[in-house]
């Protein structure tokens, strides 16, 4: 089994899919001859042919839009968006039709396709490269978003995505592109696009959190058991629908809820989860929830991103004040 | 019955062709020889930087860098047209034209060192910063050109934008409105080739990006990119027009980018050694040094001279650049809100606690 990184597991996913099912195209940016900015789709160009993997003109609106075409007729177009903070002009047709060809055509009309963007901070990256807006898109009813936090997650959950007859989109958390790597075979099989994941059981906390920050979580889960605290960590994965089973069924045997996200907190996916859980579960709860989460600020250029960014001290210090509380 | 309605046709500038030999009627600014040699020293200024820049960036002491190499003449040329009071609305790289109105060597370090001061600069204050979403910064210009015209001021926006950019959606939106309206502006596409690493042909099938303004019923003009003279004459003209109400143009200006796309580029993988060899005998200095010297307005002596002047500055900036501390962690919040609400004040004190306590780690 070939041990690899996270965009290795995206890259092996778009392969398999390519070679497999001849709907799948993947198009974008920079996606053919150059194997995408960051090497996610290195190679494919060359394996699969530039109608396979194209490189497109740049325009966001462009992307998106005629991958609602495409996949309305029966394709399956897999777009790259360069980075999430070029994902904006996309926005329109992703709320504006790729959400909703299915509800306002009574299901005549789908939308499989599947917006792939790296997105985050922590790369020293200039302006408008650092920004972590999944809210935006969890926001849109009749679109996933889902998000890979391990290579095997992003093999397993992206070919979910590219066989799920709905729109998503695929947040790649930059940062842990290259950070460790898994033994991922390259098997096909896909994970559910309809659960979270339980990183690491534990009795005292429950800390949910996504993407690159499931490792600043898992540190601090980990020092904290040193002092004899035992958290158990979530990985949200599809951040849209969301999976609350898991989470409310964790919350009960813990009772106390710590949510942590890079994404600023007004509005921020912690907020959905919080008030699901207020709703369904506040009799569980021996605490009030905390969230460690961006700031409400603009993405600071790198010098200070990782002030912005929440650290292991900070997580660790939010258990224990819960478990204070 | 077919006949005719329209019709269009795009015209090229050059002033000097590569060899420095005058093809054109010189343009009045240089009938100056101090307006000549000013430009002459900035374009190898922002050479020197450039080249400074991605050694410190290479050496851990600059983020990514977008270098302009190869594109001084066309940002020179654009810089040099315009008024203090015109309002530049730049892409990323115009560090000729940004220069030539009075940003400074060090702000652009500042910028691309990750600290928001860089885009506080002393160019001139109603400039707009850099902007990196592709296109939007058209739509800027526009606006900024309507500020003008409904205050009846004799100002001009310029904007920027690469051949890549002109496939957005917002560069047409900007140019139909320029043409609606008779905006005071003028668009530049800086067609360098390349879009990272999309050639020109996988963006658009036209045989020249200056058409694209034909269907915004705005002026449009080619010209020789790596010809300073030309860029400047061209850009004269359309202010000139503008400034006179008869409304906006588009220049396109041909060059080419000899560096990679930015610091985080390796070009190497998709274009060819031998396209950028060859590119290399257009590029813009050499052909405006060959004309000085013609004029016998320069020899080695003063390049000599220039050289080290240009690296003397060019330390200083550095150094001014590498002795900014970063801005205290309380910065993140300043400039929010006129305002700063009272949940911001909160976090405010967060971030403060845990400074330094290496996030993302
Ligand atoms: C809206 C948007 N999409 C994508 C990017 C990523 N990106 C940065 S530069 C670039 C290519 C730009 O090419 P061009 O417009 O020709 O300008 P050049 O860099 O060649 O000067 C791309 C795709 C971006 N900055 N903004
Ligand atoms: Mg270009």
Redesign the pocket.
């Known amino acids: 089994m070939p041990r690899i990184t996270l965009i290795e597991g995206v890259t092996m996913a778009l392969a398999h899919e390519l070679e497999k099912d001849d709907r799948v195209v993947v198009l974008g940016?920079?996606v053919g001859v150059n194997g995408g900015v960051f090497r996610a789709t290195a190679g494919l160009q060359q394996r699969f042919g530039a109608e396979r993997v194209m490189d497109t003109p740049?325009a966001?609106s462009m992307i998106a839009g005629m991958s609602v075409g495409m996949a309305a007729q029966g394709m399956r177009p897999v777009p790259e968006i360069?980075?999430m903070g070029?994902i904006y002009?996309a926005v329109d047709q992703m709320i504006s039709h790729a959400g909703r060809l299915r509800h306002r055509t009574r299901g005549r009309l789908q939308c499989p396709m599947v917006l792939r963007a790296p997105y985050g901070g922590g790369i020293h990256a200039p302006e408008?490269h650092s920004e972590s807006t999944e809210a935006m898109f969890a926001h849109m009813p009749g679109v996933r978003v889902v998000i890979p936090s391990s290579p095997t997650r992003a093999y397993g959950l992206l070919l979910a995505s590219i066989r799920c007859p709905d729109p998503v989109v695929f947040l790649e958390p930059k940062r842990i592109y290259r950070l460790a790597k898994q033994e991922v075979e390259d098997n096909g099989e896909a994970l559910p696009l309809d659960v979270c994941y339980i990183l690491r059981e534990g009795t005292d906390a429950t800390i949910v959190t996504w993407g690159a920050m499931t490792h600043e979580t898992m540190k601090a889960a980990n020092e904290l058991d040193q002092k004899g605290i035992s958290c158990e960590v979530i990985d949200l994965a599809t951040i849209s629908p969301i999976d609350f089973d898991t989470i409310l069924e964790s919350v009960e045997k813990t009772g106390r809820l710590i949510i942590v996200h890079e994404a600023p907190n007004n509005c921020g996916v912690g907020a959905e989860v919080a008030a699901t859980v207020a709703e369904k579960g506040i009799y569980d709860l021996k605490a009030p929830i905390r969230r460690v989460t961006g700031y409400d600020t603009v993405m600071p250029l790198f010098r200070l991103e990782m002030e912005y960014l929440p650290s292991v001290r900070r997580i660790a210090d939010a258990v224990v004040e819960t478990l204070e509380d | 019955m077919k006949k005719t309605v329209a019709e269009y046709r795009i015209e090229h500038l050059q002033v000097l062709d590569p060899q420095g030999e005058l093809v054109s009627d010189l343009p009045d600014f240089a009938r100056d020889p101090e307006q000549l040699l000013s430009m002459y020293r900035l374009m190898t200024l922002t050479r020197t930087f450039d080249t400074k820049a991605i050694n410190l960036q290479r050496t851990g002491k600059l983020g990514t860098y977008?270098s302009s190499l190869g594109h001084e003449a066309a940002h020179v040329g654009i810089g040099s047209a315009m008024r203090d009071e015109d309002i530049f609305a730049p892409?990323y790289?115009e560090y000729g034209a940004q220069l030539w109105r009075g940003v400074k060597m060090s702000e652009v370090l500042l910028y691309w060192g990750g600290d928001e001061r860089g885009n506080d600069f002393s160019g001139p204050r109603h400039d707009f910063p850099w902007c990196?979403?592709?296109?939007t910064q058209c739509l800027h210009a526009a606006g900024a050109a309507m500020a003008c015209k409904l205050r009846g001021e004799k100002r001009c926006a310029v904007t920027v934008?690469?051949?890549?950019?002109t496939s957005?959606g917002a560069f047409y939106e900007a140019l139909n409105l320029a043409g609606a309206q008779r905006l005071p502006m003028m668009f530049v596409v800086?067609n360098?080739k390349?879009?990272?690493s999309v050639p020109l042909h996988l963006q658009t099938a036209a045989e020249t990006l200056a058409q694209k303004g034909i269907a915004a019923g705005i002026r449009c003009v080619q010209v020789d990119g790596n010809d300073v003279l030309a860029v400047r004459a061209a850009s004269e003209e359309a202010l000139a027009r503008a400034r006179a109400g008869e409304g906006a143009t588009l220049m396109e200006a041909v060059t080419y980018?000899l560096s990679d796309?930015t610091t985080a580029d390796d070009a190497t993988r998709y274009r060819p050694k031998e396209e950028v060899e060859e590119a290399w005998e257009f590029e813009p200095l050499l052909r405006i040094r060959k004309y000085l010297q013609s004029q016998g307005m320069w020899d080695e002596q003063r390049e000599e001279d220039l050289l080290r002047e240009c690296a003397n500055k060019v330390d200083a900036a550095v150094e001014e650049y590498l002795n900014t501390a970063r801005m205290p962690v309380s910065a993140m919040f300043d400039h929010m809100y006129d305002e700063m609400p009272e949940s911001l004040q909160e976090q405010r004190e967060i971030a403060i606690r845990y400074e330094g306590s290496g996030g993302g780690h």
């Open positions: 940016e920079d740049l966001e360069q980075f070029f002009p408008h | 977008a892409m790289r990196v979403p592709i296109a934008i690469g051949d890549g950019g957005e800086v360098n390349w879009a990272i980018r796309h």
